[in-house]
């Protein structure tokens, strides 16, 4: 079982924390237990979950990244307290499911009698989670809380120089400001269009430019 989901659920290979900019990686990366993860769409949630997992790897532990809940049945959650770190995205969007809830409520304690580490996201802090399961809402409520950090246009030039590097080229500051002035602040947004210009200077062999970047961007 634990075999076949290493397989199925894949970590972005520059989801590391060197590649992360915030305070929250810090935050992060030396708790362990039950850790609840919060922050709004595209606010490096997922990042940081799968961080975590290569973090865990480095160091010969086992370690797993879940994603989709809703796409699977609860039965994908058996037995995962034998991994030494889990790390699961999104449930806000299955809580309110009765059998979900029961079935993040037993690996909860699970994981707790195994003394592993356990990290939850959600977009939303714990006591704004509409749990039912009131046993649920207290574990949660009590996790070791970090929320996902905002950042400045200097923290995103900066995310995006490392994210360039981290594939092998160069991203000119000009070039990164440029960005930042054309397309919608979030991160999540930026990193898309830093893959498009990715795919299109491995094509075209050039160097990341303004002129290509208004030309792939339409400009």
């Not at 010969?60 to 034998?82: C, F, M, P, Q, T």
């Amino acid at each position: 079982m634990i075999g076949q989901l290493a397989l199925n659920f894949r970590l972005e290979s520059d989801a590391t924390f060197c590649n992360y900019v915030g305070q929250a990686s810090a935050k992060i990366s030396s708790l362990t237990g039950l850790v609840y993860l919060w922050g709004p769409a595209q606010s490096g949630c997922s990042h940081l979950l799968q961080a975590l997992c290569h973090a865990a790897s480095t160091k010969k532990k086992s370690a797993i990244y879940l994603e989709r809940l809703w796409d699977h049945e609860v039965e994908l959650l058996n037995g995962l307290e034998a991994i030494s770190v889990i790390t699961i995205d999104d449930i806000d969007k299955v809580i309110g499911d009765s059998d979900w809830e029961l079935a993040l409520f037993h690996l909860i304690n699970a994981v707790k009698d195994k003394q592993g580490c356990l990290v939850l996201s959600a977009k939303i802090p714990p006591d704004r989670l509409a749990v039912n399961l009131i046993d649920l809402r207290s574990r949660l409520i009590s996790a070791v809380t970090v929320h996902t950090d905002s950042l400045s246009d200097q923290e995103k030039l900066q995310a995006l120089q490392r994210r360039a590097q981290s594939r092998g080229y160069n991203l000119d500051k000009d070039v990164a400001r440029f960005l930042l002035g054309r397309v919608a602040r979030s991160i999540g947004s930026l990193m898309e269009v830093l893959d498009q210009i990715e795919l299109e200077t491995l094509i075209q062999q050039r160097k990341v430019t303004i002129p290509l970047v208004k030309r792939i961007l339409g400009l």
